[in-house]
């Protein structure tokens, strides 16, 4: 059995470890290329992008996948769409393994947003001192805005256009709570602006930012296709995949 994971998160990597070795499988993990140094997942790896619903179609049929699994980034919205449409072109049955999205606690201070646009808009009203986590791309909605100053954590160096004042620090989760508390306080943060990414990794801004009082401007997540099932961990999706075949399940305590 072929399995394709179209990955390059967490759970994508998780499900690779789980899946690695098992007999009777055939693993390729597919990474979109857009970080430099990505934590590679055992297995066959591929790396770039397929050229939309038709290069992805056509590689699940030159390499006779049977089963795809979309566990891309929340916000990678574009790819789950063609992977959507591929896979039901190619007749390979499709599952996506998406993470829980984050819910405001009592104390919590969000502001939601539809977009990185209207996130920046919200802004000015709410702080000076911003801390923005919404990664490298994007920054461009925020470049106008030079009454602030911007705190940038990503994994990679942001490229222009971005804020005319702004920090970089590069950095890769998880983050430790201890941690996002005194990075708060040495910056003099007042605002914190991200994504609804959901999972652990990154959730301690959300916890340090709600012991401040700071408010959060929480980008909500893009739209997803209809129709497909949806696993929440790893664990489910490994499970869905012995039900597919029929056969025994790896496998997930490892």
């Known amino acids: 059995m072929h399995v394709l994971i ?3 998160t967490t759970e994508a990597r998780r499900l690779a470890e789980l899946l690695h070795g098992t007999p009777g499988t055939r693993l390729t993990s597919s990474l979109a290329g857009r ?13 770039g992008g397929f050229g939309g619903t038709e290069g992805l179609t056509a590689w699940l049929v030159d390499h006779a996948v049977d089963a795809l699994i979309d566990a891309t980034h929340p916000f990678a919205g574009t790819i789950s769409f063609h992977a959507a449409r591929a896979a039901a072109t190619a007749h390979v049955p499709l599952l ?7 819910v405001p606690v009592a104390g ?31 920054l461009a909605a925020f470049a106008a805005l030079d009454d602030l100053w911007f705190l940038v954590r990503s994994v990679d160096a942001p490229e222009p256009p971005h804020p005319r004042a702004m920090e970089v ?8 709570l201890d941690g996002e508390r005194a990075l708060l306080r040495r ?23 709600r012991e401040a009082g700071l408010p959060v401007v929480m980008v909500r997540r893009p739209a997803v296709p209809g129709g497909v099932p949806v696993a929440t961990g790893p664990e489910q999706a490994v499970r869905w995949l012995g039900e597919l075949t029929g056969g025994p399940v790896p496998p997930t305590g490892g």
């Open 187 to 209: 910056h003099r943060i007042d605002v914190l602006v991200t994504k609804d990414s959901g999972g652990a990794a990154t959730a301690p801004k959300l916890t340090a930012a």
């Open 35 to 47: 970080v430099a140094g990505p934590r590679l997942p055992p297995g066959q790896v591929r790396v």
């Open 108 to 138: 919590d201070r969000w502001h939601e947003a539809a977009s990185l646009e209207a996130a920046a808009e919200m802004l000015p009203a709410l702080g000076r001192r911003v801390f923005l986590t919404t990664g490298r791309t994007g």
């Open 6 to 8: 179209l990955g390059g």
């Open 96 to 102: 996506a393994l998406r993470r829980p999205g984050w």
């Open 169 to 176: 620090l590069l950095d890769r989760g998880p983050f430790a």
